[in-house]
């Protein structure tokens, strides 16, 4: 399996250029009125379907926290590439030979591979009856976002971002539990803010006592590598982020700093009412 996250991880990493104020970001117009449908009755308004969102950022950004709660919080399903690529490894058959050959080879695994994977779930879903989606990991590269196109309808793409030094911060502070496998974060993160900002402040994530003495690093949480993994990332994504801002379909989301202010941020970038009130106009 080592094989596997190493050829997911090597495909993704984030990096930003400019710094917008999470409160500055404009929600296409097009979108907000579907985000406040979302907020009203989490249906959308013509086909009874909710969302098909797509989340672009790096691990270390925090993209599968946000996705997987925003995915509960609509009732859709919350798709990560990651999970697809495992899940296909898991199943039993030729085509998880191949895959497992390609990933055991450290080779990444196609675009025509992650598509094919997607839209084999997408059409299942659809079979199950699941209105909308959120997509972790995907699309990567234009190509994949190109394809896309043909094989489903993306309202809108949120694009999270992390200042950099945070982001390397993080990567850097990144263990795992050698013998229970969760993952945790060791670093503080506590930066001044940029041109007259807020500061941020991201707080460490620590193992509990019985996992404190068994945290190991992955070899490649080194600097150089980190910056190198942005950089190969950015180079692949900036088209992408391109691609949907011509469709007016980019949301930017600038991460304010810890989970719950960035979650109520993120909700209020996107019209979204919080869980207690959503619940409440559900019931
Ligand atoms: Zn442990």
Redesign the pocket.
């Known amino acids: 399996m080592a094989g596997v996250s190493r050829a997911i991880r090597a495909c993704a990493a984030t990096s930003q250029r400019t710094l917008v104020a999470a409160s500055a970001v404009a929600l296409p117009k097009e979108a907000r009125v579907k985000a406040a449908t979302v907020g009203r009755r989490g249906r959308g308004p013509e086909d009874g379907r909710r969302v098909q969102w797509a989340f672009l950022g790096c691990p270390g950004v925090g993209k599968g926290t946000y996705a997987s709660r925003l995915s509960q919080l609509l009732g859709v399903p919350h798709i990560a590439t990651g999970d697809l690529v495992r899940d296909a490894l898991a199943s039993p058959g030729p085509f998880s030979k191949k895959l497992a050959e390609i990933v055991n080879q450290g080779k990444l695994v196609s675009d025509e591979i992650i598509i094919n994977l997607l839209s084999r779930r997408l059409e299942e879903g659809e079979e199950k009856g699941e209105l909308g989606f959120i997509l972790d990991g995907f699309p990567r590269t234009m190509r994949q976002a190109e394809i896309l196109e043909g094989v489903t309808n993306i309202d809108l793409v949120i694009n999270l971002k992390l200042r950099e030094e945070a982001l390397v911060a993080r990567c850097l502070g990144r263990r795992m539990?050698s013998?229970?496998?969760?993952n945790f974060n060791v670093a503080s993160i506590d930066i001044e803010g940029e041109n007259g900002g807020a500061p941020m402040y991201l707080p460490p994530l620590l193992?509990?006592p019985?996992?404190e003495s068994?945290l190991i690093t992955r070899a490649d949480d080194t600097e150089e590598v980190v910056k190198n993994r942005l950089r190969v990332y950015h180079d692949l994504t900036e088209p992408v982020e391109g691609f949907y801002k011509a469709r007016q379909k980019l949301l930017e989301f600038n991460i304010p700093g810890g989970i719950p202010e960035s979650w109520r941020k993120l909700l209020e970038a996107l019209n979204i009412e919080d869980s207690d009130n959503m619940r409440s106009a559900v019931a």
């Open positions: 539990c013998q229970c496998g969760e193992p509990p019985q996992c068994k």
